[in-house]
């Protein structure tokens, strides 16, 4: 057992891991931040992605231990303290990007990676780089349309329905 | 102009506050005090005889609770099919025993043999890798022919053979049918595969059972489409526990597909073992294990033959379908190829004379059952290809040939044994040769190929029975259960609303397009009302989500429950005004005595309804909550025309799609952004259907 700390949507947070404890385990089950989900176990559908010191990773390839020291963010940390929506999940909801809500989280978190890295992507780079994240409901239309949005572009010439 | 809330308006999703901040709860995200885990040791062979199974060493590692084996489950119920079709012969289909654990065979990959209940996952599964299990490996049959040949090994050694059965619909037309060939011009012929497929909801199933020793209760937390269905086959038929002891809680659910209706042994074991073990057990699928545990979708062989007269009109249409049922028998997985099939075969056509044959056959493959349309689609994919080749045989317009044998007269009986009560096939065709610009393809084409590009354009039609369905019909044709729906309609004192439905959401929106419904009723604000679902101790008795139901018949019945609260809240009405209940008029949230400018708001008879100091009392009891079930007297039946335009690279065979239009007919909507967005949904799953899954 190997015992690890980190901060976590701002608040600094202990715990004792086994070495085989997975980031997104040590999230859900230690913390109880149960927001970041856990879709597959191949890496493949990006339900679980966080972002580790400013950077999307797939909290279901990273070891706990790893993180260590580390500053990591979760969709529980998206909303201002008085849970007022950011921007890009706000254009989720106004685009309808989302219906079970299961892959959400990890698309949210995966889109404000995109974003900080490119402020105005192309709608062919938002597809680029959701590539790691599945979503079996939407058909990916308004995923795409809402982070575009988000980005500030105009979005009424793109196919509403 | 857009309406902006009440039906028609596009509301936004309230659900989406709480997906957006990841504070939706899912089963897996449910803990409960004391849960141990469990693993499940699952067979990685197609078909064996299991020789022995040694738990001894795993039952000794640590942090293991309990391990089972079929052993445990020989005293307990098998999972119970929820569907009884009857041959053409009028025989019985052959129903084979669904052990919870394997008793004495193996049947497919990822059947469950063993299960270790342990205090962590990880040990859990630790110890399932020390099961020693011995197994001799039987020779399996996955191909559906050869499953039927009469030297191929038996999938189950109880039934005669490997065919579950052989349904023809309508049978007594047969002959006329095969007539109808004799006399034809010309006969068009397609053989089809409609593939295996696995429908990957995001979320894996999990199953969380709990018991309550102070109360002999046990709950189910589980991944459900619709918990009162579980209860009620779990309860009854598997574990012999009575529905009053016995709570089914579905709570957020990241997608179905279908494949969360069933009942599954993983279900019906953690509520098992937490009776055993008087402690909760908690079982969390891998997305691994999803695809060798989740009822498969589709994995229909279908050889098609449309007959036509030298006007090209269709005079009758035939076709022999192998559907595969796996290893067992599925919850719904009989009703799917037959009466969610055959039915549809008609399509948006007036063919006068239909035959459809399905030979069920079981094979040592995972259990497939309803999947995204279930039987529908694969009606609608035969009958729109046969279609397109019989128009490029006859040298005609394919759009041309189904307008010209489109049904035009409604209500229309088909020979397929429903009645459609509407549709405007023209309608939904003329709207889609304007969106789609179909005019403007050869442009196109010429212009791809100038890239050295291929293009190609396919247009087709569909019709779906919807709103599952009339119970007494269903009751006729082997359904083993009814499939009305429920609603309790709960106005609380101040006058805020709770409606009860046994409809279940998991992405459908219900939340938001259900108040819509109440809202606009009443004349109050949608966010006065919530909607109460997944839990079978909070909701009435209901039959869930699926089938597009939920509206049609779930709403319907929210409807009946909220007129009986109109008409009871009249009455209160009336009397705060003195004034007769004839008189009295609803609307924007006031009752008012028509011709005066006397009223009473909402709230005040909803206060009165609850605090009755001046009430009728010796008429009417107090309160204002109704229940209503609704059972449907028809199916509903949307249809439309789709159009679907690719680019092909002949160098790579790199398909890309390069416009895709959809004109629907789906009646009134509630909420268009909603429907919206289950037709985009519908289409990516139909697009990866036709270019990109596939299953074995």
Redesign the interface.
């Known amino acids: 057992m190997t015992e690890i700390q980190m901060t976590v949507n701002g608040k600094a947070v202990r715990g004792t891991v ?1 070495g ?1 404890t997975l980031l997104v385990n040590f999230l ?2 230690d913390l109880r ?10 890496s ?2 990006g ?1 679980c992605t966080v972002h580790v010191n400013g950077v999307s990773v797939k909290a279901c390839t990273m070891l706990a231990a790893e993180a260590d020291g580390a500053d990591v963010r ?3 940390g ?2 201002a303290a008085d ?1 007022t ?1 950011s921007n890009l ?1 706000q254009a ?3 685009h ?1 990007g ?8 990890g698309m ?1 978190m995966t889109a404000a990676a995109l974003l900080k890295e490119n402020p105005k992507p192309t709608e062919a780079e938002v597809r680029h780089y959701l590539e790691g994240n ?9 995923i795409v349309k809402a982070i575009l949005a988000a980005s500030g572009q105009d979005v009424s010439a793109i196919a ?2 | 102009m857009p309406k902006d809330s009440g039906i028609g308006a596009s509301s ?2 309230r ?10 709860n ?1 089963t ?2 449910i ?1 409960v005090y004391g849960q141990a885990y469990v693993h499940f040791l699952r067979s990685d062979v197609a078909h064996g005889r299991i020789v022995s199974i040694d738990t001894d060493a795993a039952a000794a590692m640590p942090g293991v609770v309990r391990v089972f084996t079929g052993a445990d489950f020989a005293a307990v119920g098998g999972l119970p099919c929820g569907w009884q079709v009857t041959d053409r012969f009028g025989q019985p289909m052959q129903e084979p025993a669904h052990p919870v654990l394997a008793q004495g065979k193996v049947r497919h990959v990822g059947d469950p043999i063993a299960a270790v209940v342990a205090e962590s996952p ?1 040990q859990a599964r630790d110890a399932a890798e020390a099961i020693s299990v011995e197994i001799e490996e039987l020779p399996a049959v996955v191909d559906m022919k050869a499953a039927l040949s009469a030297d191929a090994p038996k999938v189950h050694d109880d039934l005669t053979s490997n065919l579950c059965y052989d349904w023809g619909f309508v049978e007594e037309n047969k002959d006329a049918v095969a007539a109808a060939f004799e006399k034809a011009a010309h006969v068009t012929t397609l053989e089809l595969v409609n593939q295996r497929l696995v429908a ?5 199933r999990v199953a969380v059972g709990d018991y309550s020793r102070a109360t002999d209760e046990s709950t189910l937390y589980t991944t459900s489409q619709n918990p009162h269905v579980i209860r009620l086959l779990m309860g009854a038929f598997v574990l012999g526990i009575p529905e009053h002891k016995l709570r089914v809680v579905a709570p ?4 179905g ?1 279908g494949t969360k209706i069933f009942h599954y042994a993983e279900e019906a074991f953690c509520t098992f073992a937490a009776r055993q073990l008087a402690r909760a057990v908690k079982w ?1 699928s ?3 294990e999803a695809f060798m545990s989740d009822a498969h979708g589709r994995d229909h062989v279908t050889k098609i033959e449309l007959a036509l007269d030298a006007d090209n009109n269709f005079t009758a249409l035939r076709t022999e379908t192998y559907a595969n049922m796996g290893a067992y028998l599925s919850t719904f997985a009989p009703s799917v190829p037959t009466w969610l099939h055959g039915t549809l075969m008609a399509g948006n056509y007036k063919t006068p004379l239909i035959y459809v044959n399905v030979k069920a056959v079981f094979t040592n493959t995972v259990p497939v059952d309803a999947y995204r349309g279930a039987g529908r689609p694969e009606a609608t994919y035969q009958l729109e290809r046969v279609i397109d080749k019989a128009a490029r045989e006859l040298g005609v317009d394919p759009i041309a040939l189904r307008r010209q044998n489109f049904i035009t007269q409604f209500p229309y009986a088909t020979p397929v044994a429903v009645e459609y009560d509407t549709g405007d096939y023209h309608a939904t065709m003329d709207k889609l040769e304007e969106i789609a610009d179909l005019a403007g393809f050869e442009a196109r084409l010429a212009e791809s190929k100038a890239r050295g590009k291929l293009r190609g354009l396919g247009v087709n039609c569909y019709i779906e029975a919807c709103g599952i369905a009339p119970s007494n019909l269903v009751g006729q044709l082997g359904a083993r259960a009814g499939l009305y729906e429920s609603a309790t309609v709960r106005v609380n004192a101040t006058g805020s609303i709770s409606v009860m439905t046994g409809s279940h959401s ?4 219900h939340e938001t397009a259900f108040p819509q419904v109440v809202a606009d009723m009443l004349g109050i604000d949608e966010s006065m009302i919530d909607i109460v679902h997944g839990d079978t101790a909070r909701t009435p008795m209901g039959m869930g989500t699926y089938g597009s139901r939920s509206l049609a018949v779930g709403g319907s019945a929210m409807v009946k429950a909220t007129n009986k609260i109109i008409a009871k809240a009249k009455k209160i009405a009336a009397h705060l005004l003195e004034a007769s209940e004839a008189d009295i008029e609803l609307k924007d949230g006031q009752f008012s005595v028509a011709g005066t400018d006397k009223s009473v708001a909402w709230g005040d008879v909803t206060l009165a309804a609850y605090v009755p100091h001046n009430y009728p009392l010796e008429d009417m009891e107090p309160g204002l909550e109704e229940t209503a079930f609704y059972d449907p007297s028809n199916f509903t039946y949307p249809s439309g025309a789709y159009a679907c335009e690719v680019e092909v690279d002949p160098d790579t065979g790199r398909v890309t799609v390069e416009r895709f239009a959809a004109a629907d007919d789906f009646g009134n909507i509630v909420n ?3 429907v ?3 037709v ?6 139909g697009i990866g259907q036709a270019l990109l899954e596939g299953a074995v």
């Open positions: 086994e085989r859900r089950e931040l149960t927001g970041t989900h856990v879709g597959c176990d191949t493949q559908c339900a979760t969709i529980e998206m909303a849970g929506l999940q989720f909801q106004d309808h989302l219906q079970c809500g299961f892959c959400t989280p949210v599945i979503c079996r409901c939407t058909g990916y239309h308004n509403a329905e | 936004k999703r659900e989406d506050i709480r997906f957006l901040t990841g504070a939706g899912y897996d995200d803990n990880e990957n909801p995001m979320e894996p957020d659910v990241g997608g597909f969390t891998s997305r691994s998991h992405g459908q929106g268009p952004m909603i919206s967005g289950q985009h949904g519908g289409l990516a799953q």
